[in-house]
């Protein structure tokens, strides 16, 4: 081995020993830069790169620098004092190799810091919902007039309706606040004309079917308790929210904060069931016995009341066909959706296309939420861990669309579920539906999500962008720990179509422009936003949901899977 090479693999002996082990735990060193970063007092105290290394390394806690003078000199010494001329090499170029870290260490505090103040200022910026009809009014079902049915489920029926105590003025207000020409025009093309409009009806009211709940109000809230995941904090009467909600998993359901890409609902209560347009001919067997001699429903039931939406993602795609660019904000706002749900530990367990319902912004854009939480684990801890230790403890919903991990999971002692990416895996498999495929784990293409190889999956129309291409074939992995988190996916996508230029490598050089863009676009949003219209659109929105979560590990994880995606691309057209 030449003193060159040997030179050049001690620096690399270097750097990847230390990064192995002083650097393994990132998430604990990223902790203490914001803890140190962020710290409110008189002074700053400057953070020492041995503060973060962790205990079985005490050794080497006098400093990186100091360690690497020491080894450096300890390599000179060698050098007049014996030994092999490889070894001499191999042991100052460790020494070099582990003074690089010291300007490693000091980029990473930079844009850990960058991150930190970014997101600090996006977090403050609460989403607000464009509906204001509620004061301290819609607590009964009397509060509301209701059309006709506009939506049926397997446990639920959704009815157009309007608030009686809303005032004509307010109701041309809220009725559709980025209603259109466009928006007029999609609504056309998606929804009967049969359907009222939504200026008239711009509230939804959704109808669960009591089977085996009871009557009372408490008996109801409990065993449906999941449906208020996506509740406002008003929902409930005051006296209602002491109620101690079990769920189906004997915990207390997380109520989720608002997002632009999940439903909100404004107020929940519940009342003896109605008999409204169609029951007796679309669900006779819910209805009580007092509507149907032989229905089998109890006579109070749980009442939602949401935003009218005009169509579902479905109806949407049924007839209509998104541009590659519309498609790839479709996309990222479904990952944006589950990834604001996971972060409050929260797996919705049944995400499909007609359960995501769709508007159009100012700009024809389609908006997307995330609807019907009825299948939702939800968890204190956030880890989205469920114990399988039985055949009787539900998965969750669809299964066509249930992840690897959850279908192929048996029952039995200490097995756990973990749902912590397969809400992300589900947004996979309805990508192919928003770029004009079938879905490949429906019946028409034959894929079953327990023994497909990722190879068997179709490929995607050519017009669909290189890099949305990749985030889908991540996305729908076998392997959980192989497969992005929703966080990582949207970063991906939102780096692929805002920060392209930021992407010019991938090295503490690369990270430090990327740092400079992130800024500027910052900059950019905020402006935007204090300029009115420019803030209410579907991008606007996007970029403050990226902006407002943006962690410094979960960044570089999505650049380096746009790079890796960029080699194999690179790889394909060399062999072609």
Sequence with gaps: MSVKHAISRGLELGRSFFQLGLLKSGGRVVAKLRAERFRVGPSVRTVQPQAFLPSRYRY????????????????FRRRFSGGSPRNRAVFLAFGLGVGLIEQQLEDDRRSAATCQEIQAVFRKKKF???????TS????????IIGNQIGKGSNAAVYEATARFAQ????????????VKV???????????????????????KMLWNFGAGSSSEAILKSMSQELVPAGPLALKQEKEQITLDGYFGILPKRVSAHPNVIRVYRAFTADVP?????????????????????????????LVMKNYPCSLQQYLQESAPSPRHGSLMVLQLLEGVDHLCRQG??????????????FDSDGCPRLVITD???????SDSSLQLPFNSMWVSRGGNASLMAPEVATAAPGVRVVIDYSKADAWAVGAISYEIFGQQNPFYRAVGLQSTTYQEKQLPPLPSEVPADVQLVIRLLLRRNPDKRPSARVAANMLHLSIWGRRALASQDSAGMRKLADWLLCQSAVVLLKGFGGSGGNGVKAELQRSFLSSLELEDLRAAVGFLFYGREQRHACILSA
């Design 60 to 75: 080497y806690r006098t400093s990186l620098r100091g360690l690497a003078a020491q080894l450096q000199s300890g390599g």
């Design 128 to 134: 607000h919902s464009p509906l204001k009809p509620f």
């Design 373 to 379: 939480f009825g299948c939702s684990l939800t968890q």
């Design 168 to 179: 004509p003025k307010e109701r041309e207000e809220v009725s559709s606040p980025v209603q």
């Design 137 to 144: 009014s819609g607590y009964k079902l009397e509060d509301y």
């Design 346 to 359: 929260v797996a919705h367990r049944d995400l499909k296309s007609d359960n995501v319902l769709l508007e």
């Design 275 to 303: 008999l409204l347009p169609g029951a007796q001919e679309e669900y006779p067997d819910v209805l009580p016995a007092r509507l149907n001699p032989a229905g089998l429903g109890n006579n109070r039931t749980l009442f």
């Design 183 to 205: 928006d007029e025009e999609k609504i056309q093309e998606v929804r009967s004309p049969a359907c009222c409009s939504l200026r008239n009806f711009p509230l939804a009211i």
